[in-house]
């Protein structure tokens, strides 16, 4: 049993009905069932708008709401299982089955189907839609609004390399917790680029390093790199794009950059933040 507090939901006076007997809680309750309405929400540790982000849910993600009070819900996330408050306002009914999903860093929606008519929001690469029609150019969308069509996938539908759509993000703003082109973060970019190519990560760098692949033998590990190798660092993660360059989002750069991995190395090193700990190569 996982009681990492990131992905258990349960608290001292609350917790999920499946964690009883295995945890302690003044109640258990079962959870009901959402989806995000709205563009991007922020998960929290706490129930405060003063609580730093700890990640966040893309439009038609599904969760499990567990308690809801003065406009907070504590919840876990259904696709990488992170526990925290979202604001309630921004969760909906679940409604008509997922049938797209954003293949673009970022697409708008528009009240019509032109691109002249102001838009009235936009969604981010990865976000989950229900498509009722397509009109010309444009897929209307069972909840009101039209989309670029060009801008969509089948939800089935899979890409087959992950670099490419990490490198779409190139000079994409750093947000902590971010995982959008809005503002994303190390590890919020390897989880949304694999996303897309359906293979599922975990949120968070520790996490993605004991989960993900398989690491290079320690000696070997930095001389005989390749495209889609992960280059971890303790809180650190990047992707390799060739032997020898390194793509990752950075608070030193404030943005996601393309650049030598000898040279990341060397300026994270004299930041007292540590060498390399592992490579990781997937399969």
Same mark, same amino acid.
């Not at 406009?71 to 504590?74: D, E, L, R, T």
């Given at each position: 049993m996982n009681l990492d507090r +990131?992905?258990?939901p349960a608290r001292p006076d609350l917790a999920a009905a499946h964690l009883l007997g295995q945890v302690e !809680? !003044? +109640?258990?309750v079962e959870g009901r069932v959402l989806r995000v309405g709205a563009s991007l929400v922020d998960l929290r540790r706490?129930?405060?708008p003063d609580? @730093?982000?700890e990640t966040q849910a893309l439009f038609g993600e599904r969760v499990t709401v567990y308690e809801e009070y003065e @406009? /907070? !819900? /504590?919840a876990?996330?259904?696709g990488d299982g992170y526990v925290g408050y979202l604001p309630a306002a921004g969760l909906i009914d679940v409604g008509a089955a997922s049938t797209h999903r954003v293949a673009a860093p970022w697409t708008f929606v528009y009240p019509g189907a032109s691109m002249k008519l102001p838009c009235s929001g936009g969604l981010p690469l990865g976000a989950r839609l229900s498509v009722a029609a397509e009109e010309g150019d444009f897929a209307r969308l069972a909840d009101g609004g039209f989309v670029w069509r060009a801008h969509l996938a089948s939800a089935e539908a899979a890409e087959s390399d992950f670099v490419a759509v990490a490198e779409r993000f190139l000079n994409a703003p750093y947000l902590w917790g971010g995982k959008s082109w809005r503002g994303v973060d190390c590890s919020g970019l390897v989880q949304i680029a694999l996303a897309a190519c359906a293979a599922a990560a975990p949120r968070d760098t520790d996490l993605q390093e004991k989960a993900l692949g398989a690491p290079l033998p320690a000696g070997d590990a930095l001389a005989d790199l390749r495209r889609g190798d992960l280059v971890f660092w303790k809180g650190h993660v990047g992707i390799m794009r060739d032997a020898e360059t390194l793509l990752h989002a950075n608070g030193y750069h404030m943005q996601v950059v393309s650049e030598p991995l000898a040279a990341a190395r060397k300026r994270i090193l004299a930041a007292g933040a540590g060498d390399v700990t592992s490579v990781r190569r997937l399969g």
């Open positions: +990131r992905l258990t !809680a !003044a +109640r258990f706490d129930p405060q609580s @730093g982000v @406009g /907070w !819900a /504590w876990q996330l259904e």
